[in-house]
T-cell receptor, first 113, second 109 residues
Framework: NAGVTQTPKFRVLKTGQSMTLLCAQD?????MYWYRQDPGMGLRLIHY???????AKGEVPDGYNVSRLKKQNFLLGLESAAPSQTSVYFC????????????FGQGTRLTVV | GQQLNQSPQSMFIQEGEDVSMNCTSS?????WLWYKQDPGEGPVLLIA?????ELTSNGRLTAQFGITRKDSFLNISASIPSDVGIYFC?????????FGTGTRLQVFP
């Protein structure tokens, strides 16, 4: 039972570099989410998707782009990394509807120097 | 951006004590969820609440969905060392799932 898998688990980037974080889920969930977690700030929603081919902005979308070309994958891209994007990134997925829970991956720790 | 306010921010308690934490919002939510996060892991769901006024238990955990739909409470009875972690509330409306700022719980023997 893989559930939600995030790759990579750790990454160090230089300012200005780009990278893509991959989230894969094997539960046939429609909804997928990307969050960032910073000390004292909880989990803040970056972008989310309600189905293949659709994406929407969350609470802190600036500096990030996402794509949902396949239902099972949700990619988070940083085009030009900045030190302020140093964080732990979590992906989650769920079935649609309000009465459903979200399942989380184990996180990606990103450091931008 | 929208975010839920959790209090207290952190708690240091002795094993066996009861714990209470709460979450408030300026917005109405249709679903309230409580998650626990262990170090180096993603959040794991503890309790889900789907109706205003609902009181739900899961072992030593009890959570309530506030009548106004703008708040929720989590109680942990007779705490044990493995209760250590960060507890998050989350509110859900249609597509978005918004998290609180977290309550860090430390339990001393």
């Amino acid at each position: 039972n893989a559930g939600v898998t995030q790759t990579p688990k750790f990454r160090v980037l230089k300012t200005g570099q780009s990278m893509t974080l991959l989230c894969a889920q094997d539960m046939n969930h429609e909804y997928m989410y990307w969050y960032r977690q910073d000390p004292g700030m909880g989990l803040r929603l970056i972008h989310y998707s309600v189905g293949e081919g659709t994406t929407a902005k969350g609470e802190v979308p600036d500096g990030y782009n996402v794509s949902r070309l396949k239902k099972q994958n949700f990619l988070l891209g940083l085009e030009s990394a900045a030190p302020s994007q140093t964080s732990v990134y979590f992906c989650a997925s769920s079935y649609p509807g309000q009465n459903t829970e979200a399942f989380f991956g184990q996180g990606t720790r990103l450091t931008v120097v | 951006g929208q975010q839920l306010n959790q209090s207290p921010q952190s708690m240091f308690i002795q094993e066996g004590e009861d714990v209470s934490m709460n979450c408030t919002s300026s917005s109405i939510f249709n679903t309230w969820l409580w998650y626990k996060q262990d170090p180096g892991e993603g959040p794991v769901l503890l309790i889900a609440l789907y109706k205003a006024g609902e009181l739900t238990s899961n072992g030593r955990l009890t959570a309530q969905f506030g009548i106004t739909r703008k708040d929720s409470f989590l109680n942990i009875s007779a705490s044990i060392p493995s209760d250590v972690g960060i507890y998050f509330c989350a509110g859900r409306n249609t597509d978005k799932l918004i998290f609180g700022t977290g309550t860090r719980l430390q339990v001393f023997p």
